[in-house]
Nanobody, 124 residues
């Protein structure tokens, strides 16, 4: 069982940066692949980025490549999403997710555990 709690969202202007954090619980956090998803009003929940449980591999959606960076700190049970050069189209609720195993999966159905989400709003 893994509990996930996101923080760091807020209202920013286009071009600004934000750093989202995901605090996790559980002694086996290092065995979980983790990811960030986002969901805008009226749209599907789509993957933003994922990171392998050992931190050695990452995946990014095309829309955020070069602007967002996912990272994790296993001893601290934390996952981060650094978001730079934010755009209005990045506005969404951002969710932290975790799944057992090594493989990064882009489909939300592949993740077993979810946080409650944190709102990110980017004004133009």
């Amino acid at each position: 069982q893994v509990n996930l709690v996101e923080s760091g969202g807020g209202l920013v202007q286009a071009g600004d940066s934000l750093r989202l954090s995901c605090a996790t619980s559980g002694r086996t956090f290092s065995t979980y692949t983790t990811a960030w998803f986002r969901q805008a009003p009226g749209k599907e929940r789509d993957i933003v980025a994922a990171i392998r449980r050992d931190g050695a591999g990452t995946y990014y959606a095309d829309s955020v490549k070069g602007r967002f960076t996912i990272s994790r700190d296993n001893p601290k049970n934390m996952v981060y999403l650094q978001m730079n050069s934010l755009k209005p189209e990045d506005t969404a609720v951002y969710y932290c997710a975790a799944r057992t195993g090594l493989v990064m999966v882009s489909n939300r159905l592949g993740y077993d555990y979810w946080g409650q989400g944190t709102q990110v709003t980017v004004s133009s």
